[in-house]
């Protein structure tokens, strides 16, 4: 009963910069965690960041440490992505999640539809 929904994805020039929105809505009495993962052409989903939904706990997966930060507005039910320094290999469909988990896909139990980032050598 939670809905998510990604927004902010394009095109980018490596070295540049995006911002990803995740709009969530519905009972998220269930959810301590929203997360974020990617996923390229045949390749596996990964874990990105996540966010505890007090704002307290972060994490971010060693591809991206430094380089992307994870935020959140209670107020306007939205979880961020600042993504910076954009690589090549940052191309991927990134999906927001809810759930109980925190650093891995498998404990979340909502998902978005995803947004496309591709990013241009």
């Known amino acids: 009963q939670v809905t998510l929904v990604e927004s902010g994805g394009g095109l980018v020039q490596a070295g540049g910069s995006l911002r990803l929105s995740c709009a969530v809505s519905?009972?998220?009495?269930?959810?301590?965690?929203t997360g974020w993962f990617r996923q390229a052409p045949g390749k596996e989903r990964e874990f990105v960041s996540a966010?505890?939904?007090?704002?307290?706990?972060?994490g971010y997966a060693d591809s991206v440490q430094g380089r992307f930060t994870i935020s959140k507005d209670n107020a306007k039910d939205t979880v961020y992505l600042q993504m910076n320094s954009l690589k090549a290999e940052d191309t991927a469909v990134y999906y927001c999640?809810?759930?109980?988990?925190?650093?891995?896909?498998?404990?979340?139990?909502?998902w978005g539809q995803g947004t496309q980032v591709t990013v241009s050598s």
């Open positions: 966010i505890s939904w007090r704002g307290a706990l972060t």
């Open positions: 519905g009972r998220t009495f269930s959810t301590y965690f």
């Open positions: 999640a809810a759930g109980a988990a925190s650093w891995h896909a498998g404990g979340y139990s909502y």
